[in-house]
């Protein structure tokens, strides 16, 4: 149990520590967490949202399990609502993003008024989070809580459940394999289809995408649709056989999670488009989920 809440107490601290260079927010932010005094209600701050609209925005406290986010005005945006992104998002900023629903509520507080002000906002918005806990009644927030148990215990896996797969050996538990070690991957996993679990490639300094594994190049669109697969070697792009090429691959991308571990992230399941596909393999997300009881058995 001691591990779990080490676990828990790191992410509490890096998660808050990403405000500590904005004094009023990071005054606002620690106060309403506090207030709060619900070790079971996830923090995130710094959080990036795809709007209705589908832009990006980031809030400076999110609680996901209460679609409920914070934001702290300042002078040099008092006007805006959330803070509009103008600028491309990082692969790991792109697998971390959550979907504004018609839930979602934000709150305002203007740091830059006086403390009277600041603190009533503040006790506002901690008891409009405790109702919406009690309307709710959220699961509690099991910061290491095993992914395999999770979607064992569902029956399915689905991209809004975010789970984290720290090793491909532990995705193919939920398919009914129990392999000592995996090093591929990518490969028949039953029921017709490919486990693919691709590195994606990340931006170097010129924004382009850059090869991350044998001269492959794999890329997302920010909408999670599609991936773009391509090699500069002509003999690698057509590697692949006919009965391979056309199997759905359940895809789990490559990730890392604040506090630095390395992780498999469901992304939905893909297959590839011959008419698309040119000068790379273009392959189209065909679910956001996938039933684990046709491996059953």
């Known amino acids: 149990m001691a591990k779990v809440d080490d676990a828990k107490r790191e992410y509490l601290v890096r998660t808050f520590s990403r405000t500590k260079r904005k004094d009023y927010e990071n005054y606002i932010l620690n106060a309403i967490w506090h207030k709060l005094d ?118 399915c896996i689905h991209i809004k459940d975010r789970l984290a797969f720290g090793k491909i050996v532990d995705i193919c538990r939920c398919f009914g394999r129990n392999p000592k070690r995996m090093q591929q991957a990518y490969f028949y996993i039953g029921q017709g289809c490919q486990l693919w679990c691709p590195k994606l490639a990340v931006a170097d300094a010129d924004g382009k995408p850059r090869s991350v594994a044998r001269g492959w190049v794999n890329t997302l669109s920010e909408d999670w649709e599609n991936i773009f697969e391509k090699n500069d070697d002509p003999e ?25 571990r390395k992780a498999y992230r469901f992304i939905g399941v893909y297959k590839l488009d011959p008419k698309a596909s040119k000068r790379k393999r273009v392959y189209k997300r065909i679910a956001q989920s996938i039933d684990l009881t046709l491996w059953k058995g």
């Open 236 to 260: 690698k792009m057509l590697s692949l056989d006919k009965t391979s090429r056309m199997r759905p691959r359940i895809t789990f991308a490559k990730s890392t999670d604040i506090l630095g």
């Open 38 to 155: 619900r070790s079971d209600i996830q923090p995130v701050t710094q959080q990036f949202i795809k709007r209705s609209d589908g832009k990006y925005a980031l809030v400076d406290l999110y609680f996901p399990q209460l679609g409920i986010g914070v934001e702290c005005d300042e002078f040099h945006h008092t006007k805006n609502a959330e803070k509009d992104l103008d600028r491309t998002l990082t692969m790991e900023e792109m697998l971390s993003v959550y979907d504004e629903t018609k839930d979602f509520k934000l709150y305002r507080i203007e740091a830059y008024k006086g403390i009277e002000h600041i603190e009533k906002k503040i006790n506002d918005v901690v008891k409009a989070i405790k109702n919406k806990i009690q309307r709710k009644n959220p699961p509690a927030w099991n910061f290491d809580e095993d992914p395999y148990k999770v979607a064992l215990k569902k029956g």
